[in-house]
């Protein structure tokens, strides 16, 4: 500081040094410039001069010093990105404010303004380029950190918003630096002042767009015709659903559908896959830009000047403005237009306040200087910003019509736009060419109109309002202003605005000029500088007017406004090479550089013009003690600034109307010789206060003197008078000793004679009431040891008893215990005896049940054969009847007889019959169908019926007494009647039937008839015999 500049190399700290100086010398805001190609260092510049801003700043606590300084790297993460040209490209307009006490100069607070944030980005990069940083940064760094769960994220997925990335992800090198500055943005957010929550909610976005990327449609075919989609993994809805505080069904509605009001009417239409793709991108582009402008707005309130020590209106400003650079790629799309755009704007600001205004103020002050020629870009910002024919309001016009392509948009241009500077392209298609000031750009059409528009649909506005999440709530809750940013309720007015609008002092122009520019040109309709003061308010416009263009244009015009209302300073950076290779300066491409960006003709101005300009009343109010006398009187005319710098001995200056007129080495020249005069008036100054200083000590000593003499001597009289009295008390306390021992001595000896008899008494006294107090104590303890002694024989009686008694309970306890178990083990002998003897009961029955059905199956067969062959014979003596003629009356029974005899015939050879002639399909031998045949005794002889009546004492070989055990062992051989095998299932005492395998006899006691029936499979049916 106060050194010459060529003293030192040239440096980027000299013109942030030169601003802060302007700003404390001026009492006027300060504005610094840095323009340049992309890749050109404007960012590291604008770190640079914020780093030595803060510096000279020195600002009240570390803490505010490194907020401040971490807002740029913050800044950077969000808002650059890597291109071809440039591996940290800013894609934003950044306007950053520091704000500086206007007594201490010290730093109290900043600023951020962001401008054209280029959202596109975040769904679509060109090939060789990468999506904004943070991207990568959250993903490398959380995994790393263990918390990509939390967000889901997966290290070996790729995400189509930064595929190439992933795609690369083995790329070590890169990850390990992405996950330390994940680390180096962490401590930002923490260090600016952001709350956990807040970030957590900010990491929770960032993933939610990296998922919804991955989200897939697939065409299917509407229920009502026409093409409609769903989702191909409804998983990734869930997690972004899940990341934002949204409903899971809402998202999917939102993305799938599309709702339109007719006639008071909503109407639900199903979306293409197409058209579920852009709301896609949509939600996932505002998610991003209302994130960051978020940030900015939350960091601009956190480092805002506090409003308890420092006002708005003691402070002063210095700007920075760091702007995406010129480019010239080789597909130029919308982007590249509206970056190309604001760098035109920006030369123009140049040009105007380098060239034109100077020269204008020459011409009107009379002053006569080299005339300087210089690239007017004027037409072509009024090619792009004029109403109505200009590009963009073409641009807009024709994004307003539906069924507008990007062709219909190239014709239209073709058509209106006539200016040298605008050619249609060779190639006939959807390209088209302007002449920048920086060289000729073709630019491709192609989703020109869709960038345009930028359309977010309302579902998905309407959802977003309705998160759980505050911070995404808060994103879609917050109306936007006509720039496109979010709204900042606690946005800072502008500062000092009365201080920015007055006239410069020295080393300055006016505020009024640069106003009187603007106006005029406006004035042509291009609305480029300036022109509204509520650029930055909340916009009001319906949502045809909601375009990028739009945005673009009144972000021009806030930007603008802010730099003209402080003193401009430009940084202009020169790419040296296209390689991005360090120490290469290609002398061609950089002079290139000079030309286009009018450094070349600043110089030449500079050395041939006059750069500084001072009015005679604030050049002779300043530099008055440089040539006159301090005594002397001065008037404000020509001729006193004249005398002045004759006095001053400088060269090469000029005189105006109203203004003196300096080389650009006067002014530093002056600060010199005004600062060397101010150490001089300085150092007069100490002298003079250094012999008042001793004047008055030199009083104040002869004072102090002579009070400390009276002070002595009222103090000496103080300490003698309190010796003597001390001496006086004294004595005093000696006499009253003395006095008292000797009273003392007289009164013992009169007193002892009686003291000794009194003692004597008192002794026997003592000794009595001891002897008495003893002998109490001693009764006291026989008593309580006769009542222990007595205690502890009861207590050996009753423990005497109680072993007694519990020795009779064992022994009777004992004897229940063997009694139980002798009782226990003859039931368990008699239990195994009665076992075994049923066991053999139960054997010798079997045998005999065994011999018995052996017999009775016997018996049944000879039965079935004897009535077969009876049957034969009847029948046989019945055809021999029939085929003789013989008059005598028949052997052969009755027909009821030979009836029942057929019948049982009959139902002897359905015994015999094989199981597949039973199951026949015949109605009639069904084995399901019952057939009844009576036959008499008579018919078939008592010899049947005696057998039959053998058969039906089976059941008395078994004896009586064990019949109840049996019929219960019949219960269970009934389940066993139902295999076919069984021949004999059950005898019935009462009924005296055997159920056989496809007949059963029977017989009663008092009836000698057989019912025989067929039955189905094991199926035993009981009717009533005949």
């Known amino acids: 500081m106060h050194s010459r500049k060529t003293d030192n190399s040239p440096h980027i700290f000299a013109v942030a040094d030169h601003a802060y100086q302007m700003m404390m010398h001026n009492r006027r805001n300060q504005c610094i410039v840095i323009s340049g190609e992309s890749g050109a260092g404007k960012t590291e510049s604008a770190n640079l001069l914020v780093q030595q801003l803060t510096q000279l700043g020195k600002a009240p606590n570390r803490t505010l010093e490194d907020r401040i300084l971490q807002v740029n790297p913050l800044m950077e993460a969000f808002g650059n990105a890597k291109t071809i040209i440039n591996d940290n490209s800013s894609r934003f307009g950044k306007y950053l404010e520091m704000f500086f006490t206007a007594t201490s100069g010290t730093v109290v607070g900043a600023k951020i303004t962001e401008y054209l944030l280029e959202k596109s980005r975040v769904i679509n990069q060109a090939p060789g380029e990468q999506n904004f940083h943070i991207f990568y940064y959250i993903h490398d760094g959380l995994i790393a950190s263990d918390r990509e769960a939390e967000y889901h994220l997966k290290p070996n997925t790729a995400y189509k918003y930064i595929g190439e990335y992933t795609r690369a992800s083995t790329n070590v090198a890169s990850m390990s630096v992405n996950r330390v500055r994940f680390k180096a943005i962490e401590h930002c957010f923490e260090s600016i002042g952001f709350k956990p929550e807040e970030v957590k909610s900010v990491y929770g976005v960032l993933a939610a767009i990296l998922h919804a990327g991955n989200i897939e449609f697939v065409s299917k075919e509407s229920e009502y015709g026409g093409d409609a989609c769903k989702v191909k993994d409804t998983s990734l809805i869930t997690i972004v659903s899940e990341l934002l505080g949204l409903d899971f069904t809402d998202v999917l509605e939102s993305l799938t559908t599309t709702g339109m009001v007719a006639k008071g009417e909503v109407i639900i239409r199903e979306n293409s896959s197409r058209e579920a ?69 920006i030369q123009y600001y140049f040009n105007q306040h380098i060239f034109a205004w100077e020269l204008e103020e020459y011409r009107n002050e009379g002053v006569d200087a080299a005339e300087v020629t210089y690239i007017d870009n004027r037409p072509i910002l009024d090619m792009f910003l004029s109403k109505p024919v200009g590009l963009l309001a073409l641009l807009d016009e024709e994004s307003h019509f539906p069924r507008a392509t990007d062709t219909t948009l190239v014709e239209k241009l073709n058509q209106n736009v006539s200016s040298p500077i605008y050619s249609r392209s060779k190639s006939n298609g959807s390209t088209f060419c302007i002449d920048h000031f920086a060289g000729k750009i073709e630019y491709d059409a192609e989703g020109f109109l869709e960038k345009n528009r930028d359309r977010l649909p309302m579902e998905i506005m309407n959802i977003m309002r309705m998160s759980e999440n505050k911070v995404v709530k808060h994103l879609f809750q917050t109306p936007l202003t006509r720039t496109g940013n979010l709204q900042n309720s606690g946005s800072m007015n502008s500062i000092n605005s009365s201080r920015a609008g007055s006239p410069m002092s020295a080393g300055g122009r006016g505020g009024s000029t640069g106003t009187v520019s603007v106006t005029s040109y406006n004035s042509r309709g291009s609305g480029t500088m300036g022109g509204s003061k509520h650029a930055s308010g909340s916009a009001s416009m319906t949502r045809m007017q909601q375009t990028v263009a739009t945005y673009f244009r009144y972000s021009l015009m806030d930007l603008l406004n802010k730099m003209v209302s402080g003193t401009p300073h430009f940084v202009r950076c020169i790419k040296p090479n296209d390689q991005k290779e360090p120490g290469n300066l290609v002398s061609d491409r950089v002079t290139t550089q ?32 440089l040539g006159f006398r301090h005594d002397e009187e001065v008037s404000v005319s020509d001729e006193t600034c004249q005398r002045l710098l004759e006095n001053i001995k400088l060269k090469d200056w000029a005189l105006g109307k109203s203004k003196v007129f300096l080389k650009y080495y006067h002014v530093e020249y002056l600060a010199q010789a005004y600062e060397a005069m101010c150490q001089k008036i300085v150092r007069v100054q100490a002298y003079v206060r250094m012999w008042l200083a001793r ?20 103090m000496r009289g103080f300490i003698h008078r309190r010796k003597f009295t001390a001496v006086n008390r004294r004595r005093h306390q000696a006499a009253t000793q003395i006095q008292k021992v000797v009273k003392g001595h007289y009164t013992r000896k009169k007193t002892r004679p009686i003291i000794a008899k009194r003692r004597k008494a008192a002794i026997t006294i003592q000794s009595n009431i001891r002897g008495y107090l003893a002998r109490k104590h001693v009764s006291r303890l026989r008593t309580i040891k006769e009542e222990e002694e007595l205690k502890e024989k009861q ?32 039931g368990k002998s008699a239990t195994k005896i009665q076992a075994f003897y049923r066991m053999w009961r139960q054997r010798v029955v079997y045998r005999r049940l065994v011999k018995e059905r052996e017999r009775h199956k016997h018996d049944v067969q000879v039965i079935g054969k004897q009535i077969s062959q009876k049957n034969h014979k009847m029948v046989k003596l019945q055809d021999d009847a029939n085929h003789t003629a013989s008059p005598s009356p028949p052997a052969t029974p009755p027909a009821s007889a030979a009836k029942r005899v057929a019948m049982a015939d009959t139902a002897a050879s359905a015994f015999k019959e094989s199981p597949k002639r039973r199951a026949g399909n015949s109605s009639q031998d069904s084995p399901s169908k019952k057939v009844w045949t009576r036959v008499s005794s008579q018919a078939v002889g008592e010899a049947r019926v005696e057998q039959m009546k053998k058969m039906y004492d089976i059941k008395k070989v078994i004896p009586d007494r064990e019949a109840d055990y049996y019929d219960q062992t019949g219960k269970l051989d009934s389940h066993s009647a139902h295999t076919p095998s069984s021949n004999i299932n059950t005898c019935d005492n009462h009924h005296g039937y055997f159920r056989l395998q496809g007949v059963c006899l029977a017989s009663r006691a008092n009836q000698s008839d057989i019912a025989i029936f067929t039955f189905k499979g094991s199926l035993v049916s009981t009717r009533h015999f005949l």
């Open 277 to 345: 793709q852009n709301a896609r991108d949509a939600m996932a582009k505002a998610l991003y830009g209302r994130l960051f402008s978020w940030i900015v707005n939350r960091v601009s309130s956190l480092l805002k000047p506090g409003r308890v020590d420092h006002s708005h209106d003691e402070c002063y400003t210095t700007g920075l403005l760091d702007i995406f650079g010129f480019e010239n790629l080789k597909t130029n799309s919308f982007e590249q237009l509206c970056i190309n755009i604001a760098n035109e704007q």
């Open 795 to 826: 207590a050996a009686s009753a423990s005497t008893i109680q072993r007694i008694y519990r020795l009779y309970r064992m022994k009777r306890q004992t004897a229940e215990i063997r009694e139980k178990e002798m009782t226990y083990r003859r």
């Open 594 to 625: 000079l030309r286009y960006t009018g450094v070349l003709e600043t110089t030449r101005i500079r050395r041939q013009g006059y750069s500084h300009r001072i009015t005679f009343s604030d050049f002779i109010k300043r530099y008055h003690v």
């Open 695 to 714: 004047s008055r000590f030199y009083q104040l000593k002869w004072k102090r003197d002579k009070a400390s003499i009276i002070i002595q001597k009222h």
